[in-house]
């Protein structure tokens, strides 16, 4: 078995770096990977399209505060045969008009129950709670890229593995040949050479097709082809230090807890509007109208007129008390989805930290799987060449060795994907953290545009 190079723990990991770019002027790097995401995730942008959405409750809602005006006008023909008279006089009137008319009504609300603002503080709280539904969106995108870039580094480390060992089983199969026909070794170590060859190009093609599905997640969630991809590392230092300050900190900052504590606000508040169907409402109108030719005998006519009205709600059927009962309800289970969420959110804290530290030894474990194996293959080589090891023992060796590679390549991805993993958990995976080179999205900036606004149709980019 002499003459055949095995790969040692350096040379591989020489592999793997020279694969994940050692040449970072032209690599694509996690973090830039990350912006794209950011930037051109179609689901992302439709989220944030959501939000702008949202923002449009608010000034639906102050416009109770504001006035109701309306412009009326009216035109048309009539004739007229009027007779008309008392004891001995009479007049008959004939003709043809053209009534017409215009007119204009205010109407302002000046009471009604408190509705129009609990409305407007209840879509305030629904924007932030869309804002917070943003927040968690962002995290899952960042987390998805993150994973699939750490997923191609992985998938393309294991087919260099996978060829690597197909060629030294080329080599192997060969020599074993070779000593066949000297008589050194039988037709059995012949035929166990060429299954474990087999074995090896069919792990080379599963590892092959797998690279390919990971390369097209790549493209769909990146936005680009996977090319020169520099190697990733863990965000272990945006981390809390500890389990207990993590839990706490998921608590507080976790996109789903804030939404869900959002959505008890809006709930509380939709109490209060349908409460305040039970109040009277006071308005005010005035109003203001120039006639011509209404009548033959009245050419022109002018009138003006400002009311104040006051309308208490007596029973309307019982569907109002049924409304608050029902948005009381609605409320009570806000309060216990809450929870539900806290306990969801402790528990992908606890999980992901778990992860994360098994994943920091099983780095280490592997590292040492490798180098234990590599001078195992060495040994059962060297034993081979003086008759005390078969074959199979070497073929064995190489493919234990195979694993032990595999199992490494697995390692370090898993360990940078639980570091994503935990800051996600704990509500701190954004652009800000990372600490990105890209432009944050402020979904702030289209709500005070929109929020005072009191007549246009176009959106705030001119659409």
Request: hydrophobic letters at 40%; aromatic letters at 4%; glycine letters at 6%.
């Amino acid at each position: 078995m002499a003459g055949v190079k095995v790969l040692t723990g350096a040379a591989a990991a020489a592999l793997l770096l020279a694969f994940v770019g050692s040449t970072p002027v032209l690599a694509e790097t996690i973090e830039a990977s990350l912006v794209r995401a950011y930037q051109n995730n179609p689901q992302l942008n439709a989220q944030r399209a959501s939000v702008r959405v949202t923002d449009e409750n608010v000034p639906q809602a102050l416009s109770g505060y504001r006035p109701r005006v309306a412009v009326t006008a009216s035109a048309g023909y009539q004739y007229s045969d009027v007779l008309s008279g008392t004891a001995g006089a009479t007049a008959h009137l004939t003709g043809a008009q053209v009534p017409r008319a215009v007119g204009a009504t205010v109407t302002q609300t000046l009471f009604n129950g408190q509705q129009t603002a609990n409305r407007t503080r209840a879509a305030e709280g629904q924007v932030s709670s869309a804002r917070e539904g943003l927040r968690v969106l962002e995290q899952s995108v960042l987390l998805a890229a993150a994973t699939i870039y750490m997923d191609y580094l992985r998938d393309a480390a294991i087919v260099e593995v996978q060829k690597s060992n197909t060629r030294v089983l080329e080599q192997t199969l060969k020599q074993t040949r070779d000593r066949f026909n000297v008589g050194e070794v039988t037709r059995t170590d012949v035929a166990q050479s060429e299954a474990q060859l087999a074995a090896g190009r069919t792990q080379q093609l599963t590892a092959e097709s797998n690279l390919t599905t990971t390369r097209s997640n790549f493209r769909r969630i990146i936005g680009i082809e996977p090319n020169a991809l520099a190697a990733g590392s863990p965000v272990d230092r945006f981390l809390p230090p500890t389990l207990p300050g993590a839990i706490d900190l998921g608590l507080t900052e976790n996109p789903n807890v804030t939404a869900s504590m959002f959505g008890i606000d809006v709930s509380f508040l939709n109490v209060k509007v349908n409460e305040g169907a039970l109040f009277p409402t006071v308005t005010l109108q005035a109003s203001a109208q120039q006639a011509y030719e209404q009548t033959i005998s009245v050419p022109r006519q002018f009138s003006a007129a400002a009311v104040a009205q006051v309308s208490v709600p007596i029973y309307q059927g019982g569907a109002e008390y049924a409304l608050i009962r029902q948005s009381k309800e609605t409320l009570a289970q806000q309060r216990l989805a809450l929870e539900q969420v806290r306990d969801q959110t402790r528990a992908s804290v606890v999980q992901a930290w778990g992860q994360l530290q098994a994943g920091k030894a099983q780095v280490s474990s592997a590292q040492a799987q490798v180098q234990a194996s590599e001078i195992a293959l060495n040994g059962v080589r060297e034993e081979a060449k003086a008759g005390q090891r078969t074959t199979l023992d070497v073929l064995n060796a190489q493919q234990a060795l195979v694993n032990a590679r595999v199992a490494l390549v697995t390692a370090q991805h898993d360990r940078v994907v639980a570091s994503y993993a935990v800051l996600n958990a704990v509500g701190r995976l954004s652009p800000t953290v990372l600490k990105l080179s890209t432009t944050v999205y402020d979904p702030s900036v289209h709500y005070h545009q929109v929020r005072d606004s009191w007549v246009g149709v176009r959106t705030p980019d001119g659409r």
